[in-house]
């Protein structure tokens, strides 16, 4: 059997108006099914705003199968009707996020680079846990270093899916999926280009990873 490959977790990037919906069905598109997760991820907006920019970006999302999670906010979550909720670890509990948001949510919790985060989190009912970062980002300040030996003894030890996230770009993702990641996170690395070309650069170097 062959092990399934590595997928795309696309994170939006924080302004998501204008032409962003076009790039994202592009973005999609390119990745011929790769990207199976799209992350709403806005800053400083109601819940009214958040909401009027997520509407389109969903529907976008659910013609192709894409999974769209909310970044931090479990109430906008529900409000949507979101696929899910990606959870910082100052952002609730995965748990209290199951009962408002159901059974069928996908809940998923930065760990950082902590062991002992990732396993707490898939006790309280994460359905993946995110590690990072593995490299220096452009998209936000990154406190964390995490190392593929993490990724190494998650993927052999623990059947929790797994997010690798933070700087990852098309030349430096192959380490990532051969130490076992089941999603690599990226943003700025398809966002602040042609974003289909971008996706077709991690598609090349994930198949030949």
Same mark, same amino acid.
Request: with cysteine.
């Given at each position: ?53 997520? *509407? ?6 659910? *013609?192709? *199968? ?144």
């Amino acid at each position: 059997m062959t092990e399934p490959t590595c997928q795309i977790y696309l994170i939006s990037p924080l302004d998501v108006s204008g032409d962003f919906p076009d790039r994202l069905a592009r973005a999609i598109d390119a990745g011929e099914g790769l990207v199976t997760a799209f992350q709403f991820r806005v800053k400083g907006l109601d819940q009214h705003e958040a909401a009027a920019l997520a *509407e389109p970006l969903q529907a976008i999302c659910a *013609e192709r *199968e894409v999974a769209f999670i909310v970044n931090d906010d479990i109430a906008l979550a529900k409000r949507l009707k979101a696929d899910g909720v990606h959870l910082g670890q100052g952002d609730g509990d995965p748990a209290e996020a199951r009962e408002d948001l159901g059974r069928e949510a996908q809940i998923g919790v930065t760990c950082h680079a902590s062991r002992h985060l990732a396993l707490e989190a898939g006790e309280a009912g994460a359905d993946y846990v995110a590690f990072g970062a593995f490299f220096p980002s452009t998209t936000k300040e990154t406190e964390h270093r995490a190392e593929l030996d993490l990724l190494e003894w998650w993927s052999e030890m623990v059947e929790l899916p797994s997010v690798a996230i933070g700087g990852i770009t098309p030349e430096n993702c192959q380490p990532i999926v051969k130490a076992g990641a089941d999603f690599i996170a990226v943003s700025g690395a398809v966002w602040n280009g042609d974003e289909v070309v971008a996706v077709k650069a991690f598609s090349e170097q994930i198949a030949a990873a």
